[in-house]
């Protein structure tokens, strides 16, 4: 199909065409091409266009570092910004160009290139200004947002990605040559071992390049195919593939993202990627290292690639990605591409390094010389001139004269940084290499060891050394391994950051930030403004802020920030490199916790009743709560609502009420720890009696309420809140350990252990006297607020006597598993006496009209019992309680503190909000003062109009005076203050 | 006993057992009322497990035991049981056999399959067996009995169906 | 995420602890003689120190047991932990001792990134 094919290569299976769509076009590629392969094998080297100048751009790189070639997969839920140069292909696969419109090759932002002169660092935060503070939100902003950027979210969204958890002594980041043979030398030692790359061919610069021709007298290929299978075979070390370690956090806390698709289309309903949170003891870094480039005008231009990519493209993709290229490097790592070529009968055009002859090392400088190819020792590019991809370029050789060559290609090399980020996440610290010009790994602040060029060690013969050394604490047997290379082993640069261009004008562009389009005019510009520190210079000119976070420029920019500072590197320091290494879904980071695992779900054991008989469901913290029973499909919530509270006024209707908290307490200082825990006293109360009861936070603020039934002074059982059970348990455990450890008090949870039915309504008695024939539960047997133990065919039951709705009514506490048994009953025995299920509005309609509050909804955390009026429910000849003190603190005893009272519309028609403002004054002027609000209202079925409490400053002075409610509508609606209880003032049917 | 699934190298079995929760110092009183009534001497260490035909008895926490039975016995003697331990003022034994589901966990993959589930560390050296612990899996406070050939889950009863549930779908995905 | 050493369980995932502050606050009683300085200081000043800091956790998802330990909290090194009834232990003790005027000990901070 192509002249540019290198069909030996064992990685591309050039038997298997691939045919896929990269903006509408057909285009064909074989199993194991990369898209960047790909396309370059179809000679197409125009991907996309940048960020905010729009300029065309190709593929820099051959990896994950890649700044240029983010495109968007159509055929995956259009996933956008993916990487074209990591994501392999597959048949029927749809991609499109990013950032562009209405096409790649005509796109009209570009026009913000020629505008450019006026987007300089800083262009947003000087600019958009004025004339009015909305003018940002309203204009500059949408358009901005418009005109900038990657690709677009997508709309219809919902991949499948798990979690997997890992516990391993030792885990070995990158497969490459030091990570095989540390993975050798570990097989089938004490330890387990993960061994982790982000390819799915392990073997690293083996695969990548031509720079080692045989390890142990082995072909590179044959060795790693038997190291793999050894590895493989063992017991304790397992390989994870095309898995990108992205995060390194204290601890040694790894998170690494495993692709399930590579090179297919990911099927509905199977993982597409796994996310591995790896704990482990040891951390083993072999990472390898990223390429540089180099900054000169127009040195983004679709053609130029680095040396390193160039080389990858031909070993691991079989693609020449041009047949004539020139090459320009400041150091020896440019010396593998030439071997590369001229070993596959191609040759640069041009071969250009800043260093001088004496410096180029002698077997580069040979084979250069032997194959004809033009040389230019101590020379410079001084720019790269094209429109829309290379086409000449300018040199400044060694006497100053400048050459023009054309060409469509040009690869670059700026010397070789080891990849530290991760090494940089766990908090590590770097030392500037002066030699190698580079920031290499100097301390580690966790369990970390380095290796191979991740460390810094550029030399391929030291490789046995370091591996012998480091990995001593492992108890391993010494490595020895032979390695044949085609170059010299020892890395040799010259610093080189930037070539000036020959002419500048407003133009002008050498880029320094591929991805942001950060030029090194910018910097210069940002540190004449006084951003000369680096991490306010990073974010000021966002040079490295991009999705790359700068992997191939970052140490450019701080050699010349170095430079212009007269600074060493050093003192310069780098920024910090931030997990994750390379961005990852937001699918991966959520597993399984979304859609409908988003939250646990709880259930009480009369569930599947409520939702045979058709309730609709209400979520309370993690419980599933029947909100209200609907009769048939038509009624309304609002008239379900109304039925039901008035068949528990007039009949009687029973409530689910098994999500309440419960805990039993007892040992043998049970009471006092009871009179600590609760406002209430408890001293003088009889056995078989229960209490409402007020528990505080040490601020004095009503943080939750529950019935306390005594058993004995050594025995209770307390009810909480359904949100507050395990605030609750928490806190009563936390002062039973912390503050009185001398009490001898113990505690459990029964919350799940009983189910509660609570019946209400004035036909109670008829009904529950059926139900349990052998109870007396009359008033002078049974009085209010008490409680009895009963037997129930073999199963022991608790009843209370109490009530939430203000009708007389009973608690009924039933094992969990017998509760659907005696609720079905309790159904069917109700019948003839109009007993009706019902749900937690009616509840809360019904305990609003009493009165009766709900922790968090009526209070807010600032609202003490003096403000509830509930000064009866406070011990005070108790010593203490939690919160006691702050009872009387200044501020609690205000007299303008907000208090809890009753509202009623002056015009019974009207209709009130919950959330709406009391205010004082008819009109609202703003501001208008405000009073407090409303907490609860319902349109009561008794009273036959709205009723609200609220919470209003000096509420109890002001019961029998009139006040407003504030609409959203910013209308007034009259309403009188009065008190807090709308229902049986006189407590007449609770003990009835 | 009711299977749940069995799959992929894993078998899970959802269990209805009884269960006591014992709360204590541990002092010699403690031990004489249990030992006494069950013929199993409480353990000390934290987190150890005893066992015999009828009961595993596991420390869960400075003053908790758990005490599951492992076939059950008539709700009379169930509940005189609770009471002879509860006749003692200093100690709290609360029938919780309705508040627990338990789930039997077994097969070569168990716990790779459970660690999609948890960060626990499952290995041998860090979990022995006959030894208990309480965790986090599927985000629930779960309690897990390594009883050498199979492991032991339990959670909360309101929390049975979503737990089923999470088990399943990662034996599936 | 950190791993913490629960005295009962032995070491386990942060996930399952939960912070409680400022460690060897002593609760006054609640009684009318404590002024409302004294009181007010308890219930709602906390110290949060960047550097070595006593701090109470409770391994709320496992044995729900409090205890104390301490903690660097410029690199997140626990650098002991101890049950809640036992003494605290000295500060000189460590040697991860808080250095520079900023508390900014030179490794494992996150906020250098090179050597010096």
């Not at chain 1, 593929?59 to 910004?81: D, K, M």
């Not at chain 1, 596959?344 to 250069?368: C, M, Q």
């Not at chain 1, 501001?927 to 609200?948: D, E, K």
């Not at chain 2, 013929?39 to 908790?64: C, E, G, Y």
Request: a neutral charge.
């Amino acid at each position: 199909m192509s002249e540019l094919n290198l069909t030996d290569n064992k990685f591309i299976q050039f038997h298997q065409k691939i045919g896929f769509k990269f903006d509408g076009v057909k285009y064909y590629g074989y199993k194991g091409d990369t898209i960047a392969s790909a396309l370059l094998r179809n000679n197409l080297k125009l991907i996309g266009r940048s960020f905010k100048y729009h300029r065309p751009r190709g593929f820099y790189t051959c990896g994950i570092e890649e700044p240029n070639a983010l495109v968007q997969i159509i055929s995956e839920y259009s996933e956008p910004n993916t990487r074209a140069t990591i994501k392999k292909i597959y048949e029927g696969m749809e991609i499109e160009s990013q950032n562009r419109w209405p096409s790649l090759e005509t796109d009209i932002g570009s026009i913000n290139n020629i505008f450019s002169p006026v987007f300089p660092a800083g262009f947003y935060y000087k600019t958009f200004m004025g004339p009015h503070k909305n003018f940002w939100k309203k204009i500059y902003e949408p358009i901005i947002r418009k005109a900038a950027g990657l690709g677009k979210p997508p709309k219809e969204f919902k991949a499948v990605s798990t979690h997997l958890h890992h516990n391993v002594d030792i885990t070995i980041v990158g497969g490459g040559l030091n990570g095989l043979i540390a993975a050798k030398s570990l097989i089938d030692t004490k330890y387990s071992v993960l061994l982790i790359d982000f390819d799915d061919q392990l073997g690293g610069i083996l695969n990548n390049s031509n720079k080692v021709l045989s390890v142990n007298n082995q072909t590179p290929m044959d060795w790693i195919s038997e190291t793999v299978k050894e590895i493989e075979n063992s017991k304790n070390i397992k390989i994870l593939k095309n898995t990108l370690v992205t995060t390194y956090n204290y601890i040694n806390h790894l998170i690494a993202v495993e692709d399930k698709f590579v090179g297919s289309r990911p099927l509905k309903d199977k993982v597409n990627s796994t996310l591995h949170k790896i704990r482990t003891d040891q951390v083993i870094l072999c990472n390898g290292h990223i390429e540089r480039f180099l900054s000169f005008q127009n040195n983004d231009l679709p053609g130029i690639m680095l040396c390193s990519s160039f080389e990858k493209y031909m070993c691991r993709y079989g693609v020449l990605p041009s047949k004539e290229t020139v090459i320009f490097s400041n150091n020896s790592n440019s010396e593998s591409l030439v071997f590369s070529l001229i070993k596959k009968g191609f040759k640069p055009k041009a071969y250009i390094d800043s260093r001088s002859g004496e410096n180029i090392e002698p077997d580069l400088f040979d084979l250069i010389r032997k194959n004809d190819i033009p040389l230019y020792t101590n020379s410079q590019i001084k720019g790269a001139y094209g429109n829309k991809k290379l086409q000449k370029i300018l040199v400044e050789d060694s006497s100053g004269g400048v050459n023009e060559i054309k060409t469509d290609f040009l690869c670059l090399s700026g010397g070789i940084n080891p990849d530290v980020h991760l090494f940089t996440q766990s908090k590590g610290l770097l030392d500037w290499d002066e030699k190698d010009l580079t920031y290499k790994p100097a301390q580690a602040f966790q369990p970390t060891i380095t290796l191979g060029s991740a460390s810094g060690q550029f030399d391929f013969n030291a490789i046995n050394k370091e591996i012998n050394e480091k990995l001593v604490i492992f108890g391993i047997k010494p490595v020895q391994i032979k390695l044949e290379l085609n170059t010299s082993h020892k890395f040799k640069i010259e610093k080189l950051w930037e070539v000036l261009p020959q002419k500048q004008t407003i133009w002008s562009k050498s880029f320094i930030d591929l991805q942001n389009d950060v030029t090194t005019k910018d910097i210069r510009q940002a540190i004449s403004e006084g951003f000369d520190r680096i991490e306010h210079l990073k974010r000021y000119t966002t040079n490295s802020m991009g999705t790359d976070q700068g992997k191939i420029s970052s140490i450019n920019a701080l050699g010349i920030v170095s430079d212009l500072l007269d600074k060493k590197v050093n003192e310069v320091g780098t920024t910090i490199y931030r997990p994750p290494y390379a961005p990852l879904s937001f699918a991966a980071i959520a597993g399984r916790n979304s859609y409908e695992y988003y939250d646990p779900e709880r259930k009480s054991p009369i569930h599947n009743w409520h939702i045979t008989n058709g309730a609709v469901f209400e979520d309370v913290v993690q419980w599933k709560r029947p909100w209200y029973f609907p009769i048939n499909k038509d009624e309304t919530m609002d008239e379900a609502v109304q039925r039901e509270s008035k068949n528990v006024r007039e009949n009687a209707g029973v409530l689910d009420g098994s999500t309440l908290g419960k805990i039993e307490i007892k040992g043998r200082d049970a009471l006092a720890f009871m009179n600590l825990i609760y406002t209430n006293s408890f001293s003088k109360m009889k056995p078989g009696t229960s209490r409402y009861a007020l528990m505080l936070g040490e601020d004095g603020m009503v943080k939750d309420d529950g019935i306390i039934c005594k058993i004995s002074d050594e025995h209770f059982i307390a009810t909480t809140t359904t949100g507050g059970a395990a605030t609750v348990l928490g806190c009563m455990e936390e002062y039973a350990q912390t503050e009185w450890p001398n009490l001898n008090v113990y505690m459990n949870s029964i919350t799940e252990q009983y189910a509660t039915i609570n019946i209400s309504g004035p036909k109670t008695r008829n009904i529950i006297e059926k139900v349990f024939p052998e109870v007396n539960f009359s008033n002078e047997a049974f009085p209010f607020m008490t409680f009895q133990f009963h037997e129930y065919e073999d199963t022991p039951i608790r009843i209370l006597r109490a009530s939430f709705t203000g009708e007389m009514g009973y608690e009924i506490y039933v094992p969990s598993n017998q509760a659907l048994k005696i609720w079905e009953k309790i159904i069917s025995f109700g019948k003839e006496f109009g007993l009706m299920p019902y749900g937690t509005e009616t509840m809360h309609l019904l305990r609003a009209e009493k009165g009766y509050i709900i922790v968090g909804q009526d209070t807010d955390g600032s609202i003490t019992p003096l403000d509830l009026g509930l000064d009866w429910m406070i011990g005070k000849s108790k010593k203490d309680f939690l919160g006691k003190r702050s009872l009387i603190r200044s501020d609690t005893v205000r007299k303008d503190r907000k208090q809890l009272v009753g509202i009623l519309p002056t015009n019974k028609n009207e209709k009130l909000e919950e959330g709406q403002h009391i205010i004082l004054d008819k009109e609202i002027k703003t501001p208008t003062p405000m009073l407090g609000h409303i907490t609860s209202c319902y349109q009561s079925p008794t009273l036959g109009h709205n009723f609200a409490l609220a919470v209003i400053k000096n509420g109890q002075s002001l019961i029998g005076t009139k006040a407003f409610a504030s609409t959203p509508e910013l209308k007034t609606i009259e309403v009188e203050i009065v008190e807090p209880i709308f229902y049986d003032k006189e407590n007449s049917k609770l003990a009835s | 006993m009711k299977d749940v699934i069995r799959s992929n190298g894993i078998e899970i079995k959802k269990i209805i057992s009884q269960q006591i929760v014992l709360r204590s110092s541990g002092n010699s009183d403690f031990n004489g009322v249990v030992n006494k009534a069950l013929k199993l001497l409480p353990p000390s260490d934290n987190l150890r497990i005893v066992t015999n035909d009828n009961f595993i008895l596991a420390k869960m926490s400075f003053d908790q035991w758990n005490l599951v039975f492992k076939k059950d016995i008539e709700q009379k003697k169930f509940h005189k049981l609770c009471d002879t331990f509860n006749k003692s003022s200093s100690i709290l034994a609360t029938n919780l056999t309705d508040s627990q589901i338990f789930f039997q966990v077994g097969g070569d993959n168990a716990t790779m399959i459970l660690n999609k589930l948890t960060h626990f560390d499952f290995r041998e050296k860090s979990f022995k067996p006959f030894t208990a612990a309480q965790t986090l899996l599927a985000r629930i406070d779960c309690s897990i009995f390594n009883l050498d050939n199979v492991i032991l889950l339990s959670c909360g009863r309101s929390f049975s169906d979503y737990l089923e549930d999470r088990l399943i779908d990662a034996v599936n995905l | 995420m950190l791993i913490i050493d629960c005295p009962y369980c032995g070491p386990r995932d942060q996930s399952e602890f939960s912070n409680g502050g400022e460690a060897h606050v002593k609760r006054p009683d609640g009684s009318a003689e404590i002024g409302d300085r004294e009181w007010g200081e308890y219930v709602f000043i906390r110290a949060n120190p960047k550097g070595i800091f006593y701090e109470r956790w409770v391994h709320s998802h496992g044995c729900r047991k409090w205890f104390n330990c301490v903690r660097d909290t410029s690199t997140d090194e626990i650098l002991k932990i101890y049950k809640i009834d036992e003494e605290r232990p000295k500060l000189d003790s460590f040697k991860n001792n808080v250095k520079t005027p900023s508390g900014e000990p030179n490794l494992g901070s996150g906020n250098f990134t090179v050597k010096k």
